[in-house]
Structure formats: structure tokens, C-alpha cells
């Protein structure tokens, strides 16, 4: 018997074939955690985002997406935690279901760290056939109820990060569910659930010191057995981590274009446009997304928040192409004076060594997470952050291969430093290195909980 079945199911197909199954979306650049569990946690903050993408508009039933993902951390950013729901409709499928996350992180060294990551899923598949458009209505053949199964999946993942430069690789829908559907005649028409190979690459480099402008390219490669090859590449140029705008390539799909602006540093609004490129771009309409995100200090940040700022003053705009001596001299002199009335708990001088103690809340590292408690060797303390990256590379011409520089947030100076140890004992064994190649007034700052 002759039969048409005419389902806009876009993308997903129910027979046994395999192909990609796990939904898109574009700024998977700003919250990766969806595709590989091995982020959640990793940026130092709790963390919410909402995201809501529509897309082939032009068609009825076209995909929509619609997710929450929230993550953060516990126990000095080691274990990451997290949590994702989504509902996602194509045509007569309908998807809803969450997952909880989980990562923990294993220390290289002071700039390199991995994550290993994994998920627990649940997802219900709903499949409404009475949408179907149909020419035999009464073919036995024909699904003509409305069907629904729940199963439960996961995914794995590691991550690497190497200063700016994060690696990540991550196996989706690893117990590879079969979801079955039965017909009036009986017949069994199911799908299965492949695994789907996720593997980034991103890297964040300075591109205009003093205006603290970032480039990020990256990538993502996406592999199922006995599908085709998807990758997208994009470009990102981000300012201050105010303001955000880019673009992307996806294969033998489309391109897009995407922007984005941070509120008062905890409110990101961020939206991307898809350009589709494939035979059906006149047809499809539009394709976009808006993704909204909330971001949440701890106790200790909010309250160092409540107090009120200390006035500095700025260096006028012609002196700021002075050498670096001269702003390490300018700054070392105000520096003796001021951890007095700023440190939340003691400075003191042993044996001609100053030793300075502050709570690791008031500092950010270099990726502005929170740094590593311990001790640091301190060479110099600059109020201009483009001073502070350019003394780092004369450190490091000087053999110091693990320097770099913390920023108070309390006192607004950024610290260079040389070595950071657990311990003050191991520090006092690479202090005097330390004067004698970078700068005879090396001190310590310890960084406690």
C-alpha cells in the first residue's frame, strides 16, 4: 500500500539509523558544561544560566530549545557541581529531562590543573503522531497515538588547562538507549541512542594590554559513528569581560554571529543570530538564540563588597607610557605604607623579611577565579595591569618559568610573583633567589582562608 509520511522531524529521524541526536546551540562557548561535564565548576563562581533558542522558524514544528544550567564549587574549587534541564521539540518529538554533574579537580601545577568530569541523565521522549500528515490514514502501519518513554543516560569528559589554553574531550549517551515505539499492527519502530564523541579547544590571548582586549578562538569537533563529521570554529573578541562580540563557522550548515554584555559584573545578556548556508537557508526563516546568565559570589566577596571603596588616584593619561622601574619605584614606596591599614590580618618584618597575610577572598588570579591559598614571592606590585603583564615577561627571561601575577581586589594593586608555595618554610628556600635576579626587596603574601 502506497503511503506518505510528511514529518518536519528536522534532525531527528525514527528508525535505527544514527545520526546527531544531541541538540545545538551556540553558546556552548560561554557554559560548556552541557557537552562535557568536566567544566562544571571550573569558573570559580556559582553560576546560572538560561537559554532559550529557536530555530528554522520558516518550517512548522521547527526545533526549540529551551535549558537552565546552573554549576559551582566546593572545597577550594576541587570538587564542581551542577545541575542542567532542558526540553527540546523537533516536529513530533518532544525531549524533556535533566541532568546533575559532577567534576573534580587534580593540581598540576601552579597554572595547569585537569578536571575529570561525568553526568547522570534523565530524559522523557514524547512522540505526538497524531501531527503526522498522512495520505492512508487507515494503513495499520501508521503510529497514531501518542507515545512517551523515559530512559537514563550520561556522559564523561576531562578537561585540561594550561594558563589561557583549555582542552577538553567527552563521550555523550554512553549507555547508547534504545527507545522503542509500537504501531496498531504491532510493529516495533524504535532509535537508537549513539555515543557522540565531543572534543574543544579553546585559548584566550591578550590582544590590547591596556584596554584588557582579549581574542578567543576556539573549536569544537563533534563525532558520531556512521555520521557525518560536524565541527564549528569561532573567534570571540571580548573587552574587559564587559562587552563580548564574534563569529562562527559551522560546516556545511551556516554561520553566526554573536555579542553579548555584562551588568554590574553578575548579569550577562548574550544573543547570536544563524546565517544558514545549507540548500534549505531560503526556506528555513530564522535561527537565533538569547541566553541570559547570573553569576553569584560567596559570603566573603559580597561582604568585602558592602564596604565602602577607598579613593585612589589615577595616574594622569600622558604618564602612562612611563618605563616599568619607574612604576615599580613609584608604587613599592606607597606599597610599604599601605598593608598596614588594609590587611584583614597582619603584616610583619622577620629577619629583614616582610611577610604579609591576607584572606584569599580579596584576590584574583589571571583567569579572575579565585587563587590558590599559599605562599607567593612578591617582586613587584603595580596599580596598571599592563605594567604587571610586562614585568611577568621580564621575570620569566630571568629563568622564573612559574611567575606571574594575583590582583587585589581590596587594594587594587596587582602583585607579581615568582614562586607560590604551600608553605613559608619552602618559600624562605627560593626568597633570596629572588633578590638577587629580580628585585633586591622580594617579600612574602600569604594567601589564607
Known sequence: MKKSILIIFLGFLLTNIRAQQIGLYDHYFYNPITYNPAFTGDKGFTNIMLLSRAQWTGFEGAPKLNMVAADGNLFNKKLGIGAVFISDKKGINERIGGSVLSSYKVTISDDSHLRFGASFRFLNHNMDFSKTVVQEITDPTILTMDQSKTNFDGNVGVSFTWRELQVGVAVDQILQNKASFLNEGGT????????????????????????????????????????????????????????????????????????????????????????????????????????????FANSAQKEKKEKPEKVKKEKPKEEVEESIEEEKVEEKKVEEEKPKEESKYSKVVENGITVITNPVEDFKDVDSHLPEKGVYIVVGSFLERGFAIEYVKTIAAKGFSQTNWVYSEESKYNYVYTYKFDTKEQALTKLEESRLKATKGAWLLVLVK
Open 188 to 295: 516495533d519502530v524504535s532509535y537508537t541512542q549513539s555515543h557522540h564523541f565531543m572534543n574543544s579547544i579553546k585559548y584566550r590571548a591578550l590582544l590590547i594590554k591596556e584596554k584588557n582586549v582579549f581574542v578567543v578562538p576556539q573549536a569544537l569537533i563533534r563525532y558520531v559513528p556512521n555520521a557525518p563529521l560536524q565541527y564549528e570554529a569561532s573567534a570571540t573578541l571580548d573587552w574587559n569581560k564587559k562587552f563580548w562580540m564574534g563569529a562562527a563557522y559551522k560546516n556545511e550548515y551556516a554561520v553566526s554571529a554573536h555579542a553579548g554584555i555584562s551588568l554590574l559584573k553578575r548579569f550577562d545578556i548574550g544573543y547570536s543570530y544563524d546565517i544558514i548556508t545549507s540548500d534549505i537557508g531560503q526556506y528555513s526563516g530564522i535561527s537565533h538564540e538569547l541566553m541570559l546568565n547570573f553569576k
